[in-house]
């Protein structure tokens, strides 16, 4: 009787916004039941995405989402701050996995002795699609509940993200709490902002 090869995908979601935190999920799938129309989750409507977190997370062996806030993030960078929410996503797995798969192409170096990085993992490797979707699910939740928290950048719409109204409401309030401050475009709002004279009644 041969054992089941299990592996574990791992995937990230909110590396390039100007605030809020950065997910990472780790998805071990069960083999004996499999998940129809898992991909990148970029590539998915929101409903789908939303019909499929369902399913991953009654189906998956295992399963956790983890983040790095906009704290850490300024404090070691976005690079390490991802590592550290992917580290972070497996600290409580104890399933035993035959290897960890990594969307792009690099491996945190507290991972390197079971993890390999797969280019493009999340079209390729169903575990990592399933990461992908429930680190952007979760990440989309959460920018949703913090909009109402500062409400006037767009959060909700554009999940922190750089568009046109981000920009603006950037330039119009100027950073709140959750913005990333080692991130350029955010430096450059605060320095213009606080430049703004004071406005007096």
Not at 32 to 52: C, F, H, N, Q, Y
Not at 154 to 166: D, I, L, P, R, T
Request: aromatic share 6%; proline share 5%; charged share 25%.
């Amino acid at each position: 009787m041969s054992s089941l090869t299990l592996v574990c995908g791992i995937d990230e979601a909110g590396r390039g916004p100007w605030a809020g935190p950065v997910m990472a999920a780790a998805v071990v799938l069960d083999p004996a039941r499999p998940i129809v129309g898992l991909t990148d989750s970029k590539k998915l409507r929101e409903k789908k995405r939303s019909a499929l977190e369902v399913e991953i997370k009654d189906k998956a062996l295992f399963w956790s989402v983890a983040c790095a806030d906009q704290t850490e993030i300024d404090a070691m960078n976005i690079r390490k701050a991802t590592f550290l929410a992917m580290r972070r996503s497996v600290e409580t797995l104890t399933l035993k996995v035959e290897e960890i798969l990594i969307d792009g192409n690099a491996v945190p170096a507290a991972m390197a002795d079971n993890a390999r990085a797969i280019v493009k993992g999340d079209l390729k490797i169903p575990a990592i699609s399933a990461a992908s979707i429930l680190a952007k699910t979760y990440r989309d939740r959460e920018m949703v509940r913090l909009c109402a928290q500062y409400p006037g950048y767009g959060f909700s719409q554009h999940k922190g993200y750089g568009s046109a109204q981000h920009a603006a409401a950037l330039e119009r309030l100027g950073p709140c709490n959750i913005h990333r401050q080692s991130f350029a475009p955010v430096r450059k709002a605060n320095a213009n902002f606080m430049a703004k004279p004071a406005r007096h009644a």
